[in-house]
């Protein structure tokens, strides 16, 4: 059961340009949610979180926006850069209990 | 100095091979974790453990199995392998766990010819 869905496989954007990655999940047990950046051949990279109990979480150029009645996040990313260029993964963990994660967007920033 | 390193990097072998990959973490955290990446990109939780608990994905068949030397070490061991274990494994370790964040190591490839 996949309890946090990543709908989007992938996300093309221009540098310079706001990035939306967006995230569902359908376990209302989820405490906090957590967005890791991958690149190839490489292990995923903590990004950012929130708490449940916020609906913000902003840090430098990554903002994570949380809606429980609707059980969506999404991360913006602005402005974006090439580096940004990597599959971004969508995390959630329930207290005392083990991360789900969602398949992945690709987000590609073109030059 | 890198935080969280896994061993090896590539991992070919045959079907009912017996083979182990090697995870240690210089960040003094106390949980550690291993994750399947299959070949649809989902990151699966098949192991966590602490030095008080250990915790098994159900759906994890035994032949895989976790062994922790001390809590800086999670060493995978895989029996009997089969072509449905081919996929990246990854480690990970935090501080805690509940909401802290993972900390991964860069995967082992694993391919069974």
């Known amino acids: 059961d996949q309890q946090v869905k990543q709908n989007s496989p992938s996300l093309s954007v221009q540098e310079g340009r706001i990035s939306i990655l967006n995230c569902d999940y359908t376990n209302s047990m989820f405490d906090y949610f957590l967005w890791y950046k991958k690149y190839p051949a490489e292990g995923p990279t903590f990004l950012i979180s929130i708490s449940s109990i916020k609906d913000k979480n902003e840090d430098g150029r990554f903002t994570v926006f949380l809606n429980k009645s609707a059980k969506h996040l999404s991360l913006h990313i602005v402005p974006s850069q090439p580096g940004d260029s990597a599959v971004y993964f969508c995390?959630?963990?329930?207290?005392?209990?083990?991360?789900?994660f969602g398949a992945g967007t690709r987000l590609t920033v073109k030059p | 100095d890198t935080a969280v390193s896994q061993t090896p990097k590539y991992l070919v072998t045959q079907m009912g091979n017996d083979k182990s990959i090697k995870c240690e973490q210089n960040?003094?955290?106390?949980?550690m974790y291993w994750y399947k990446q299959d070949s649809k990109k989902f990151l699966k939780i098949m192991f966590s453990?602490?030095?008080?608990?250990?915790?098994i994905n159900e759906t994890v068949p035994n032949r895989f199995s976790p062994k922790s030397p001390d809590k800086a070490h999670l060493n995978l061991h895989i029996n009997s392998l089969e072509l449905g274990d081919s996929a990246v494994y990854f480690c990970?370790?935090?501080?805690?766990?509940?909401?802290?964040?993972?900390?991964f190591g860069d995967g082992t490839r694993l391919s069974i010819l």
């Open positions: 995390a959630a963990i329930p207290w005392s209990d083990d991360m789900r």
């Open positions: 960040l003094g955290h106390d949980t």
């Open positions: 990970a370790s935090s501080q805690g766990r509940g909401g802290q964040p993972q900390h």
């Open positions: 453990y602490n030095n008080k608990e250990l915790i």
